[in-house]
């Protein structure tokens, strides 16, 4: 076990998707096969609202207590984790934070994202790694974004077209220290140390979902031929596409269930088990 526990306890970062688009017949599937997500994010505005949508269709929430504070960026998360990724509600923690962080990092689209009520930006995140990781493989233009809780050398690399095509997703690139890790079967969970099993409860979901197998993102007024949405739609069970409204749709173990899930208006979000 490399580090998931440390990792889990510290930050509450884990699980990721390993799957990535192995077909080179074009240039988006050459630069998009080193990308893999590593977890994605939902923009909200309540978070006990939104989090208690989850919880009612049988989905279990890392405890408030340790959920994430982002210090220094004025946000915090609510946690929902599968056993090969993991979705994040964001939220302003902290509204004076939030907008001294932007002063400071004004290439960055956090304000805007979370003002998205007023200026219809899409409330989507997708945090993505890279397959032997270096930062010449981003293929698209990034910012460097570093917080004093990152490792001293290492930082954060988060998409330029984030701030300025907001109907676009959020798009980033997490670093290999807090990359996370991924389980194939629950019974993999026996790999963390027990003096951390009570983490193992929280990948258990009493509606029967495990991994993410498809993630579809729409999105208002995309230029779908954009750097990044180029390199989104390379990812293997990665869709970004135009609609009328911001939707994001989960597909858990290849909706084996045959059961979906409307969580609007609380969240931008349909499940499928």
Not at 12 to 30: A, P
Not at 164 to 179: D, Q
Not at 210 to 216: G, L
């Amino acid at each position: 076990m490399k580090r998931i526990t440390i990792i889990f306890i510290l930050m509450i970062v884990t699980v990721s998707s390993c799957n990535y688009n192995k077909t080179t017949t074009d240039i988006t599937k050459k630069v998009s096969s080193d990308l893999l997500v590593d977890h994605f994010n939902i923009w909200i505005k309540n978070p006990e609202k939104a989090k208690k949508r989850l919880t009612d269709i049988g989905f279990t929430a890392v405890p408030d207590s340790l959920s994430q504070i982002h210090k220094g960026q004025g946000t915090a998360g609510r946690y929902f984790h599968f056993l090969n990724n993991y979705l994040e509600l964001i939220f302003v923690y902290n509204q004076k934070e939030l907008e001294d962080n932007n002063k400071i990092n004004k290439d960055l689209d956090f304000t805007a994202r979370a003002n998205l009520e007023n200026n219809g930006a899409s409330p989507f995140s997708i945090a993505l790694k890279v397959k032997d990781y270096n930062v010449d493989k981003i293929p698209f233009e990034k910012i460097k974004y570093h917080q004093d809780w990152m490792l001293k050398n290492a930082s954060i690399y988060s998409a330029k077209n984030s701030k300025i095509h907001l109907k676009e997703p959020s798009i980033f690139v997490v670093y290999p220290e807090i990359e996370s890790d991924t389980f194939e079967t629950l019974t993999d969970l026996k790999n963390i140390p027990d003096q951390y099993a009570f983490v193992r409860d929280f990948y258990k979901h009493p509606n029967g979902a495990k991994k993410i197998t498809n993630i579809i993102i729409t999105s208002t007024n995309l230029n779908l031929k954009t750097k990044t949405i180029k390199a989104a739609n390379g990812i293997k069970n990665l869709t970004v596409k135009n609609g009328t409204e911001h939707l994001m749709e989960l597909y858990f173990d290849n909706n084996i269930q045959g059961k979906s899930f409307d969580l609007r208006p609380e969240l931008p979000l349909i499940i499928h088990l």
